[in-house]
Nanobody
Framework: QVQLMESGGGLVQPGGSLRLSCAAS????????MGWYRQAPGKQRELVAT???????NYADSVKGRFSISRDNANAMVYLEMNSLKPEDTAVYYC???????????WGKGTLVTVSS
């Protein structure tokens, strides 16, 4: 059974930093692209960043230069380093895995990030 468990969310002041972690189990991690998505109140879920099996990355324009996604294949972990946080980054952040051949998606339950003074 696939499980993605996010951690690291919380309350942070504007300009601050947070590091989100996602622990994956039940999958052969190397076969999956991984990603972070977010959903703000009243808005649709949107892509934040993705990382391929080979480490190629893609970012939403709104987070380029501030966020960094990385993965640890040995420990089946994916991370999202978030810097220079803004109030508009406030959202529930979800970890996603996508099988590179079947394109099957799995989702974590999310972790809340609140950026506020």
């Amino acid at each position: 059974q696939v499980q993605l468990m996010e951690s690291g969310g919380g309350l942070v002041q504007p300009g601050g930093s947070l590091r989100l972690s996602c622990a994956a189990s039940g999958i052969i991690f190397e076969f999956y692209s991984m990603g972070w998505y977010r959903q703000a109140p009243g808005k649709q879920r949107e892509l934040v960043a993705t990382i391929t099996r080979g480490g190629g990355t893609n970012y939403a324009d709104s987070v380029k230069g501030r966020f960094s996604i990385s993965r640890d294949n040995a420990n089946a972990m994916v991370y999202l380093e978030m810097n220079s946080l803004k109030p508009e980054d406030t959202a529930v952040y979800y970890c996603n895995s996508r099988h590179t051949e079947t394109l099957m998606d799995n989702w974590g339950k999310g972790t809340l990030v609140t950026v506020s003074s």
